[in-house]
């Protein structure tokens, strides 16, 4: 069983950065990032795949977050630029998707979770 392991989360102005990184303990396929807010249901932002690397991003965080992998590490990146009030969420990532599209719910790991508050 892989596990996974977010880190970098944590309380930002608005229009600062963060970098989210996710560490597999083993190897993993493609990955993805979610968060979810309170009240609110989860939500993908980010995905990469794993033959070819190409990236997929939600309406809400396009031009200003970029998701990156490192297989030699095992590890996904997500850099966040522009932070706003509203990115405000738990953030997950995800691995090995099993089915369906990236941006969907189809991994078959998924990380503990990173608090990201932006105040504004």
């Known amino acids: 069983q892989v596990q996974l392991t977010e880190s970098g989360g944590g309380s930002v102005e608005a229009g600062g950065s963060l970098t989210l990184l996710c560490t597999a303990s083993?190897?993993?396929?493609?990955w993805g990032w979610f968060r979810q807010a309170p009240g609110k249901e989860r939500e993908a932002i980010a995905c990469?795949?794993?033959?070819?690397?190409?990236?997929l991003y939600a309406e809400s965080v396009k031009g200003r977050f970029t998701i990156s992998r490192d297989d030699a590490k095992n590890r996904v990146a997500l850099l966040m630029n522009g932070l706003k009030s509203e990115d405000t969420a738990m953030y997950y990532c995800?691995?090995?998707?099993?089915?369906?599209?990236?941006?969907?719910?189809?991994?078959?790991?998924w990380g503990q979770g990173t608090q990201v508050s932006v105040s504004s």
């Open positions: 990469i795949y794993y033959h070819g690397g190409s990236t």
């Open positions: 083993g190897e993993v396929g493609s």
């Open positions: 995800a691995a090995t998707l099993l089915s369906g599209g990236c941006l969907g719910n189809g991994y078959k790991y």
